[in-house]
């Protein structure tokens, strides 16, 4: 079931999507020696890069065309000018990434012409993607700036080479790797573009002309086109790319991250069929060991009711997930996604018989007003969650972008097998601690049978 936006209200209260810059910026740090620019005032710049930093706890740099109140009569032409040469100076990339923000999408800057006229030093590279603040999410944002950076940079097919490209989404380093350690079983050779390994979970340098080791090389996007297929993970962040991709003759497949046994084993089948490579005795193993799990779990997690609210991507997995392992996702939301979120969650509410509720517009305000009529066992979504479950008396598993209040949170993956042990360990911690809370002392119980 579709909920209706409420007619009479025609504000947002409590977002539950960031702005597409957020997802652009993070989109370019996946790129190896790249500096990511905010076209836009200081302040929309600050956002952008605390948002990231408070999810990985750790300091980022960007640069910014810091527009003022004079540029929304004369332009942001020449801002953009200057800082994209101080920046190439004082910080020397290999690329600069720049992306819009609402204020020069309003005042109308052509960045198209504008980058024609850029002063950029012999070898190095400027790309740009039109990211306005004031429509899509941040996922809209992490798609823009992929899909304009590879058709930017990408050059004509040469000879092909049996080499797998895989635009991954808006994960965390640790859910990328795991995905880089499944294609590494099947494919000799990959790439991941966006790569945020070694950029987010290592330590920023003291010298600002340093860049961490991590990100897509850019030669490897470069030569994108002569890889012989292509995975893109997550139809708001990474199909747009994938499109780019199959423009260039790469034989692409778009699939859902992932997350939950039944998207790992849709992912395993896929790099097997495209490799000729049989599943490895490892890979057995972890599925194995995860469905076990579940089915000694399950007693626990039968017909559990849960609500999402999340990215529009995870919220997709997510939904499936606890449904394959029997929980109920009665109610899931999202801040902005398109019409095809709606249809994906409703196919997933019919296949196994669920009485639920989407929302793909939803702020925190339209959660609020569910959980007010409606009990249900979990909360699945980010850390400005915590309120409504302390509200509704309601364990809250943190999942997604951003965590900002529990340290390191972004080292548990929840992709491939490994993730849905970890996910499952997560719910099944958070609703035994609740109980446990509203326990008396003398009540409490140390082990239960199986």
């Known amino acids: 079931m579709n909920e209706e936006s409420e007619a009479t209200r025609s504000l947002q209260i409590d977002a539950l999507n960031m702005c597409p810059p957020v997802g652009a910026m993070y989109a370019a740090f996946g790129v190896h020696g790249c500096l990511p620019h905010s076209h836009g005032a200081s302040g929309c710049c600050r956002f952008q890069r605390m948002e990231i930093s408070k999810h990985f706890q750790k300091i980022i740099r960007v640069t910014s065309s810091m527009l003022y109140e004079s540029a929304a009569v004369f332009g942001g032409e020449e801002n953009l000018q200057n800082a994209v040469k101080n920046a190439f100076q004082a910080y020397d990339p290999e690329l600069i990434a720049i992306h819009t923000t609402c204020l020069s999408e309003t005042i109308g800057d052509d960045l198209n012409g504008i980058a024609t006229q850029l002063e950029v030093p ?44 895989l635009v991954p989404g808006l994960l965390n380093p640790v859910d990328i790797e795991e995905i880089s350690r499944y294609t590494a079983m099947f494919f000799s050779e990959h790439t991941i573009y966006p790569d945020v390994r070694g950029i987010f ?58 997350v939950g046994i039944e998207a790992t084993d849709k992912l395993i089948g ?14 057995k193993t972890e599925r194995a060991r995860t469905v076990d799990a579940v089915m000694n779990l399950h007693p626990r997690l039968y017909g559990k009711k849960a609500a999402i609210f999340c990215d529009a991507d995870l919220a997709v997995c997510l939904t499936a997930f606890l449904a394959e392992i029997g929980m109920k996702p009665v109610y899931v939301c999202t801040g902005y996604a398109e019409e095809a979120f709606e249809n994906e969650i409703n196919g997933i509410f019919k296949r196994y018989h669920i009485d639920g509720t989407v929302n793909r517009r939803a702020d925190r305000y339209n959660l609020e007003r569910y959980l007010e009529k409606n009990k249900v066992d979990l909360l699945l979504g980010g850390t400005r969650g915590k309120i409504l479950a302390r509200k509704f008396d309601t364990p809250l598993v943190r999942v997604g972008f951003p965590v900002i209040d529990r340290p390191l949170e972004y080292l548990t993956p929840i992709t491939g097998y490994r993730g849905c042990l970890h996910l499952l360990q997560k719910m099944l911690f958070a609703m035994q601690e609740n109980s446990e809370r509203n326990t008396r002392a003398q009540d409490l119980i140390f082990a239960e049978s199986f």
């Open 122 to 165: 012999d070898g190095k590279r400027v790309v740009w993607a039109s990211t306005p603040g004031y429509t899509g999410s941040q996922l809209s944002g992490y798609s823009a700036m992929t899909a304009a950076m590879l058709s930017q940079l990408i050059k004509p097919a040469g000879v092909r080479r049996k080499r797998i490209f």
């Open 270 to 283: 896929d790099l097997c069929t495209r490799s000729g490579t049989p599943v490895p005795v490892e890979l």
């Open 201 to 258: 979970d290592c330590k920023t340098p003291r010298d600002q002309r340093e860049y961490l080791p991590g990100g897509t090389p850019l030669d490897e996007i470069e030569e994108a086109a002569v890889c012989s297929d292509a995975i893109a993970f997550g139809a708001e962040a990474a199909f747009a790319a994938a499109d780019v991709l199959a423009d260039f003759g790469v034989n692409t497949s778009k699939r859902m991250l992932p």
